[in-house]
Nanobody, 118 residues
């Protein structure tokens, strides 16, 4: 099992930047492809970014060019750098882990709230 804990959320203004962190523990971190997902009230979950087998990264159109996912396997850490934040980015943000090659995420963190004021 992989235990994930997000941090770094908060209240910011439109145009600001924020970096979310996700600390992993349990199984070998490098065995898992990681992703960031968010959910706003009344809306469905949205996959923002995730790593692929082909060493490429998927970004949702809504965040492409503004958000960057990165990881450090030695530190068991995952980050989401969020730039040029917009009010519509307001949501609870989750990091999640899946076995490489699987489509569904197997493990989820508890989430961290990001609120962007206009």
């Amino acid at each position: 099992q992989v235990h994930l804990v997000e941090s770094g959320g908060g209240l910011v203004q439109a145009g600001d930047s924020l970096r979310l962190s996700c600390e992993a523990s349990g199984r070998t971190f490098s065995d898992y492809a990681m992703g960031w997902i968010r959910q706003a009230p009344g809306k469905e979950r949205e996959l923002l970014a995730t790593e692929n087998w082909s060493d490429t990264t998927y970004y949702a159109d809504s965040v492409k060019g503004r958000f960057t996912i990165s990881r450090d396997n030695a530190k068991n850490m995952l980050w989401l750098q969020m730039d040029k934040l917009k009010p519509e980015d307001t949501a609870t943000y989750y990091c999640a882990a899946r076995h490489w090659g699987r489509g569904d995420f197997d493990y989820w963190g508890q989430g961290t709230q990001v609120t962007v004021s206009s």
